[in-house]
């Protein structure tokens, strides 16, 4: 029964060493030579200009939570599409229907103005 779990071991053994040996690597090998420019903090390559805890605009969420939305709705047309002869027209049906309910809700965030960047 042991030996049935041997390859999972290894496998997640190796992808363990894989993943901590560059880190461990790095630490050991790299030279550690810190100044004050080095630990400075920076914005996109030169001085901050504002404070870091500054708050955003709402539709920088919005148009992120809208993104994850539709990405993730779409992630179901794969099982869909591996099982499409298995489930026949009613399968297919419902996801007509979903994916209606999917572009009514596009098209109603592009009325909005949900998605325009200003």
């Keep these: 029964m042991l030996e049935n779990y ?3 071991l ?3 053994g190796l992808g363990v060493f894989f993943g901590v040996a560059p880190v461990v690597a790095g630490f050991l090998v790299s030279p550690n030579r810190p100044d004050s420019e080095k630990l400075s903090p920076y914005e996109c390559g030169f001085e901050a200009f ?3 805890r500054m708050k ?6 919005l148009v992120a939570i809208l993104f994850i939305v539709f990405d993730l709705e779409i992630a179901f047309l794969f099982p869909w599409a591996a099982v499409l002869g298995e489930i026949g027209m009613f399968g297919y049906i419902a996801m007509v229907v979903f994916l ?3 572009v009514i809700g596009f098209i109603y965030e592009w009325k909005k103005g949900a998605l325009e960047w200003e």
């Excluded at 955003?56 to 969420?61: A, K, L, Q």
């Design 100 to 102: 209606g309910i999917l």
């Design 10 to 12: 290894i496998f997640l």
């Design 50 to 52: 504002e404070d870091s």
């Design 56 to 61: 955003f605009d709402v539709r920088y969420y």
């Design 6 to 8: 041997l390859p999972i």
